[in-house]
């Protein structure tokens, strides 16, 4: 494999911290405050790495796998996506389920991770966690499956690369559909308002925060860094779907898609400022919202 | 201009999901309102290339009446009820999301198979009227409140009147404006009922109703 191509793969992690800041510093903006520094993830991480970690003795090896699976997953993802116009390193047909796979193996490792610590309240998350993301990930295989059926593709270099400006003329109505439904699992899967409040430190109203309160040190950097790199991954996805056409040259399309990962980031701290969180039982009917548009976008394209 | 016409269709089917989805009767009657006035839009857009007098007057009316006289009315009914929302409908709002796409899904199967007299001008106008016309009657039998079902029936004559802009545009004029004005003189004459049992009843859950003694 010529290393030049892991080169986007390599920037993204480099650059996954930074698209919270942009996050951040919108939501900033909003409030009216000066807002932390713009690359407060990674100063948070160094702290974080420098520091020694701590154990209970209650915990076991699963409890020290799940930060480092956390980050392995987002690795791995990685390579598996296609980013602003370069090709995925790793790509064959159906490469997507293996995508959902390795993102459904960190979070399952994370559950089991809380489960073993033996408090109530990582109990408490990580069933939220396991019941909110049963319903956001069938609707991720929906919104792919709609994207692999538009472009006729069956890898995702081939779906992102296969979108466009054609594609938006033919069905416009149904890839807006899909682009909703795609951001709204974007919320769902990492914790974001209107689902979860990442900012939030009151154990009895949080879900993935909870799950990872008794980790510290250089594993809590580990879990920040996969949760900062699963958001890219999502993100990266959502961009690559929307932003149709390629122009040829592959940096003019990473300058695109930088550009639209800029203008996402502020959407979404657009959203978290504007709207409330929802109650926690109102959350599965967003989902459902979320996976009734995907439906409806597949119905609109196979028709 | 088709694929504008599309995305108004689409718009129809989530109006929809979001009157299936929505508690507070208030969001509800906006979003019937919405509906509204987005099917005299459809009326424009449908018949851009005949546009006549009639076809104005109907949506123009259309609008006029869903979008500003319905929701005047229905929002004095609601304030002489005093409710806010719509509690433990007979189905529940997640199921109800799911039958509104359902019924979305049979519409299109249906409409596939449907002889029509000529094209319609999009092929997702039957299929979105017909799944207005199911959404209609799924309110109007699993809410229990008056003025969600109301509102229901308003839903479902917003289907007709669509099937009626998208298909059936030889449709005299005269019955088109028949129709609204029945449907104006039931939506003024329900805000009365509603209002008259909420008074003698102190509730208008129409659930209490069946169980009414002498």
């Known amino acids: 494999m010529n290393p030049a191509t892991l080169l986007p793969a390599a920037l993204s992690v480099l650059l996954a ?78 490469d997507f389920v293996l995508l959902i796979l390795v993102l459904g193996t960190s979070r399952f490792l994370t559950v089991i991770g809380a489960l073993d610590t033996g408090s109530s309240f990582e109990g408490m998350g990580a069933s939220r966690e396991a019941s909110v993301s049963a319903l956001a990930e069938p609707v991720l295989f929906l919104c792919l499956a709609v994207a692999a059926r538009e472009s006729g593709q069956s890898t995702l270099s081939g779906i992102v690369g296969g979108l466009t400006g054609a594609d938006w003329q033919r069905a416009g109505p149904a890839l807006v559909l899909l682009a909703t439904s795609l951001l709204a699992i974007l919320l769902a899967e990492n914790s974001r308002i209107p689902v979860d409040d990442p900012n939030t430190h009151l154990e009895l109203t949080m879900i993935h925060e909870v799950m990872v309160l008794d980790h510290g040190g250089p594993d809590l950097a580990l879990i920040l860094s996969g949760a900062a790199l699963k958001l890219w991954i999502l993100a990266a996805l959502l961009v690559g779907l929307i932003l149709p056409g390629r122009s040829g040259s592959p940096w003019l399309d990473s300058l695109l898609f930088s550009a639209g990962m800029l203008v996402l980031g502020v959407v979404i701290g657009i959203v978290e400022s504007t709207i409330a969180r929802l109650r926690l039982n109102r959350v599965p009917q967003f989902l459902v919202g979320a996976g009734a548009f995907a439906v409806m976008a597949l119905a609109l394209i196979m028709r | ?177 028949g129709i609204l004005l029945d449907v104006f003189v039931a939506v003024f004459v329900m805000g009365i009922i509603v209002f008259h049992i909420a008074r003698e009843f102190d509730s208008i859950d129409t659930t209490r109703l069946a169980t009414l003694k002498e």
Request: aromatic share 8%; glycine share 8%; net charge positive.
């Open chain 1, 17 to 94: 911290p930074l698209f919270l800041g942009v996050i951040n510093r919108t939501k900033a903006v909003f409030a009216g405050r000066a807002g932390r520094p713009l690359l407060q993830t990674y100063i948070d991480l160094a702290k974080l790495a420098r520091k020694g970690a701590v154990y209970s003795r209650t915990t076991t090896w699963v409890f020290r796998l799940a930060p480092i699976t956390a980050l392995a997953a987002g690795l791995v993802a990685l390579l598996l996506l296609p980013l602003g116009g370069f090709p995925a390193p790793i790509s064959f047909p159906g």
């Open chain 2, 1 to 177: 201009m088709h694929s504008l016409l599309d995305t108004l269709m689409v718009l129809l089917v989530f109006t929809n999901l979001r009157i299936l989805g929505l508690s507070r009767i208030n969001a509800s009657i906006r979003t019937v309102a919405a509906q509204g006035v987005l099917l005299g839009l459809v009326a424009l857009v449908a018949n851009a290339d005949h546009l006549t007098g009639r076809i104005l007057l109907i949506a123009v009316a259309g609008i006029a009446l869903k979008g500003i006289v319905f929701p005047v009315l229905l929002f004095r009914a609601l304030r002489a009820v005093k409710i806010r929302r719509e509690v433990e409908p007979f189905v529940g709002y997640i199921p109800s999301v799911l039958a509104g796409v359902a019924a979305f899904l049979v519409s299109l199967w249906v409409a596939a198979r449907l002889p029509l007299p000529g094209r319609p001008p999009s092929d997702l106008i039957v299929p979105a009227a017909l799944s207005t016309l199911f959404v209609g009657l799924l309110v109007i039998v699993s809410r229990k409140k008056a003025l969600s079902q109301t509102l229901g029936y308003l839903v479902f004559e917003n289907g007709v009147y669509a099937f009626g802009v998208g298909v059936a545009y030889e449709a005299p004029a005269l019955v088109e404006m």
